[in-house]
């Protein structure tokens, strides 16, 4: 017995190389959006400095890649996926050919085939206003969920992809069937499992370990077939090259439950390829208001608000020691007065236990004994 859903001649030149590839001067056909890709943001008067210098172009950013075209020569292009960007950043560059202006740059450090690459993207659009603006800001914000969605496009082995034996759904990810009892034929002996088929993957988890995993998107299945093993039949599905071209067994009973979930791979696989999702969704226009909202919080934040300050009462202050000042001042014009007015003699004081000079009328006990007023000597307790 041997079914087969394989990729027709058609299907294997659309292999997925958009986001994996680094390209310079491109075919045409190279340069179009291929089935799934979506084109997110567009950044006009862009100038590729260092491979095109002088040459205005456009930055195209989709959610598999980055595509600079140029307006001058049309066979002039580059092609940069995600996959291959190792570092991005922006800086300030002085133009020659306007008067060394400041002018915004975005720069990227790509690998590829062990090959270093440099790029130098300039905005040459002569705007002020442009050089204050982060007009590659999508470019940074896409390339981040390009890598936070890997599991929509690559096989992944022993991820972190189930929970207390649930699979972590994936957003707009749909779970169609979930089927126990499938044994991994990696091994000699097998392991015991589950099988879960979403409309974006396969995915399969051991009942004994659920870190021994595999998740596999239908983009990276080059082929499905059910053929004989010496476990009996089994549903055998091999990867692509870019998926590593691994080839796995599974064996699923009984033989009618298995022709069940072949033919349920072979309806979404033709589903997806025709109309992948590659898990990037991403509004440029929503992006550019919540920078500006962050931008005008910030310039906020730094400007002086009378709202935003406590008046502070300084008659509490003045109120410090006032009595006791007072008090002070009149023992020092005792002392400086004539000998023919008389001194305050000494009493006993039951408060305080000791004998003290005799308050003079106006005067309390505690006014001169408590230094700080009632108020902020609680406060600083």
Excluded at 77 to 96: D, E, K, P, Q
Excluded at 361 to 380: I, N
Aim: charged share 25%.
């Amino acid at each position: 017995m041997l079914k087969t859903l394989g990729k027709s001649d058609a299907q294997h030149q659309n292999l997925l190389w958009e986001d994996k590839q680094v390209k310079f001067d491109s075919p045409q056909h190279h340069t179009r959006l291929r089935s799934g890709e979506k084109l997110l943001d567009t950044i006009y008067h862009i100038e590729d400095s260092k491979g095109n210098p002088g040459d205005t172009g456009k930055l195209l950013v989709t959610n598999l890649r980055i595509i600079w075209h140029s307006l001058v020569h049309k066979k002039f292009n580059l092609s940069i996926g995600y996959a291959r960007i190792g570092n991005t950043n922006t800086r300030l560059v002085h133009m020659h050919t306007k008067g060394r202006m400041p002018s915004q740059a975005l720069y990227i450090l790509a690998l590829s085939n062990e090959t270093r690459f440099e790029f130098l993207f300039t905005d040459v659009s002569g705007e002020t206003a442009r050089r204050d603006q982060p007009i590659f800001a999508s470019v940074f914000d896409v390339h981040l969920l390009y890598q936070r969605t890997f599991l929509y496009r690559d096989l992944k082995l022993r991820g972190a992809i189930v929970q207390a034996g649930q699979l972590i759904i994936l957003p707009d990810e749909q779970v169609y069937s979930q089927v126990q009892g499938v044994w991994n034929l990696s091994s000699d002996q097998g392991n015991l499992g589950c099988f879960v088929v979403t409309n974006v993957r396969l995915v399969w988890y051991a009942d004994a370990n659920e870190t021994f995993n595999i998740s596999l998107p239908y983009l990276q299945i080059d082929s499905v077939r059910i053929r004989e093993s010496k476990y009996g039949p089994a549903l055998v599905i091999q990867t692509a090259e870019t998926g590593g071209g691994y080839v796995l067994g599974f064996r699923i009973d009984p033989v009618e439950r298995l022709n069940e979930l072949f033919k349920e791979l072979c309806s979404l696989h033709t589903i997806y390829t025709e109309q992948p999702n590659f898990g990037i969704n991403y509004d440029p226009q929503d992006a550019r208001q919540r920078v500006a909202a962050a931008a005008e919080e910030a310039a906020q934040a730094t400007q002086f608000k009378i709202d935003d300050y406590q008046e502070m009462d300084e008659r509490q202050e003045r109120e410090i020691n006032t009595k006791l000042n007072n008090y002070l001042a009149d023992g020092c014009l005792g002392v400086l007065a004539s000998d023919s007015e008389p001194t305050r003699e000494p009493i006993y004081c039951k408060e305080l236990g000791f004998a003290m000079e005799r308050i003079p009328e106006g005067y309390k006990l505690q006014d001169l004994w408590q230094v700080l007023p009632t108020k902020m000597a609680t406060y600083d307790e």
